[in-house]
């Protein structure tokens, strides 16, 4: 459990809340290239961290991230021109670069000199890996690019899509790091369209509902391994990486891997920035086929959106026959699972009424390390990560071996978990 003091420090992100903060000394994905194709392209709306902003790219292809509203009377750019290397707010005609600068102030006198002291607040933002990635922390502070293994592979290597969860960031990292749920939520009566990784990956996870997890805390964040036993006398361990701040890797017995952002709106909303990946080889036609369709796609979204089509409003879709007949939550696919039951908590989950068991020590020490990073910022001490981008670049892995100790595997597979 956690008193709705810390509850509230784990989860609210607007400027000034210290989890805020901490987010803001990172770069984060923020959209994807589809969404500002060409120079000079529509403006589009960006809500992050609680903060309403408008993306552009200008007609040297630089991609500016600047506050929606004018700093003139307050009207929305978003209904701005995007042209001439600025964004042109259509009220009154003030015109801002990426950087921020009023570049034209047409209803003001030249001698006033007031266009040079007029400035909008400007993030960087850059494409790297596939996404556009914003960064909105103090200048002074900025970091360089983290270096994702997927982010250094050549495009044809992953397979990635954005979606938004109608709920606070840490529900969906915490199912993300709680490998116990895949037993119960994830059973399928017919596995036949899931992809090999999660065909066998689904048969392990019913063969041992009960793992035992153990985490090692690092630089990045943490690892935790878990143990099921299977019915050779070997054990299947899965070690998933978490990667601060809300980041997470996990792993399938073959490629591809799956690593996963999930980036705030505001507190009670959040962008999943999915990414699967192969490090050894182009995607094949069937990686992205099982990606894309069966029982493991990422969520089909609405036209021009990143809303998915099997939401609340439909219920996920559930078929209670379905769930008769075996599969745990007779809905389809389990993208839509996972969102289905994070979503289902609320906005932001009562944490003061839960029963945590041994299943959630993963969970547990997400919560305490992201508390303690935020508070260590708030009295001043800097988190390290973000300026050591290769430790953003490690592995899962998901083997089966005889080892019992989580330690022990990690030394076996040593050159699978990256740096
Ligand atoms: S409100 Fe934007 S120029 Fe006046
Ligand atoms: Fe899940």
Not at 180 to 189: A, D, G, K, W
Request: glycine residues 8%; charged residues 25%; contains cysteine.
């Amino acid at each position: 459990m956690l008193n709705p003091e810390d509850n509230d420090l784990l989860c609210r992100v607007g400027p000034g809340a210290p989890m805020g903060e901490l987010f803001r000394r990172f770069w984060m994905p923020a959209m994807v290239p589809k969404e500002l194709p060409v120079p000079d392209c529509d403006p589009v709306r960006l809500r992050l961290l609680g903060e309403d902003l408008v993306a552009f790219r200008d007609t040297n292809g630089t991609i500016g991230v600047l506050e929606e509203r004018c700093p003139h009377r307050r009207a929305s750019l978003f209904y701005g021109l995007n042209e001439g290397c600025g964004l042109r707010c259509v009220y009154h005609g003030w015109k801002f670069d990426v950087d921020g600068n009023c570049v034209d102030m047409p209803n003001e006198r030249a001698e006033t000199d007031f266009k040079h002291k007029v400035r909008i607040k400007s993030y960087p933002a850059k494409e790297w890996g596939g996404y556009i990635w914003v960064y909105m922390g103090p200048p002074d502070r900025k970091p360089p690019l983290p270096e994702f293994e997927w982010a250094m592979l050549p495009a044809a290597h992953r397979w990635q899509k954005k979606w938004l969860y109608n709920a606070n960031y840490m529900q969906g990292l915490e199912g993300e790091l709680d490998t116990c749920h895949t037993t119960f939520l994830h059973r399928e009566n017919d596995t036949a369209t899931l992809s090999p990784g999660l065909s066998e990956a689904h048969a392990n996870w019913q063969k041992d509902g009960m793992p035992s997890l153990d985490v090692r805390v690092s630089d990045y964040g943490y690892y935790y391994g878990s143990q099921r036993k299977m019915d050779d006398d070997a054990y299947n361990w899965r070690i998933t990486q978490w990667v601060l701040p809300s980041n997470s890797i996990i792993p399938q017995p073959i490629f591809p891997i799956s690593s996963r952002a999930y980036i705030p709106v505001d507190d009670e909303h959040t962008m999943v920035f999915g990414t699967s990946f192969n490090p050894d080889a182009p995607m094949t036609k069937k990686d992205t086929d099982f990606l894309e369709t069966g029982l493991g796609a990422a969520p089909k979204t609405f036209p021009g959106t990143f809303i998915p089509e099997t939401n609340k409003s439909n219920e996920y879709m559930v078929d209670r026959d379905l769930q008769r007949r075996g599969s745990a939550t007779g809905m389809p696919g389990v993208n839509n699972q996972d969102r289905a039951i994070v979503e289902s908590m609320g906005p932001i989950v009562d944490r003061e009424n839960e029963y945590l068991g041994t299943s959630d020590i993963a969970v547990i020490a997400a919560r305490r390390i992201l508390i303690k990073l935020a508070k260590d910022l708030a009295a001043g001490q800097e988190p390290d990560l973000p300026h050591n981008p290769a430790l953003f670049g490690v592995r899962p892995i998901d083997v089966k071996t005889r080892f019992p100790d989580l330690d022990d595997v990690v030394i076996q597979y040593r050159d699978k978990l990256g740096p």
